[in-house]
C-alpha cells in the first residue's frame, strides 16, 4: 500500500460533499469535500506501488481541461484503470454540481 498526494490550482471552495464508487476489485472509491480556496488537494492510497507517476499525469490531464471547485479528494484504490479514476472523479463532480441547496 502507498499513499500519494498532489496539489493543483482551483476556483472557489466546493458547496458540498460527494461519495462516487466503492472499493472492489478493479474500482475505487472518491470521496470529495470542499476545500481550500485556490487549492484542489488530493489524497491518493494505492494497492499498486510506484505509480506516482501515473497518477499525476492522469491528474494534470485531467485537472487542466477545465477548472475545478477547491476540494479535497480522498481516492481509495484498489487498481483501478485510468479510465475508471476519470470516470470516478466526473461523477463526483456531477453529484456537486447537482446537490441540493442547503436552507440554514
Given at each position: 500500500?502507498?499513499?500519494l498526494?498532489?496539489?493543483f490550482s482551483a476556483g472557489a471552495p466546493a458547496r458540498g460533499r460527494a461519495v462516487v464508487g466503492c472499493v472492489g476489485s478493479g474500482d475505487l472509491e472518491v470521496l470529495l469535500e470542499p476545500g481550500t480556496a485556490?487549492?484542489?488537494?488530493?489524497?491518493?492510497?494505492?494497492?499498486?506501488?510506484?505509480s506516482s507517476e501515473r497518477w499525476r499525469h492522469l491528474f494534470e490531464r485531467l485537472f487542466a481541461e477545465r477548472e475545478?471547485?477547491?476540494l479535497h479528494i480522498d481516492?481509495?484504490?484498489f487498481g483501478a484503470t485510468p479510465g475508471v479514476?476519470?470516470?470516478?472523479?466526473?461523477?463526483?463532480l456531477?453529484?456537486?454540481?447537482f446537490e441540493a441547496p442547503r436552507h440554514d
Open positions: 500500500m502507498e499513499t498526494a498532489f496539489e485556490g487549492l484542489l488537494s488530493v489524497a491518493v492510497v494505492t494497492s499498486v506501488n510506484g475545478w471547485p477547491a481516492i481509495h484504490d479514476v476519470r470516470l470516478r472523479l466526473e461523477q463526483g456531477e453529484e456537486l454540481a
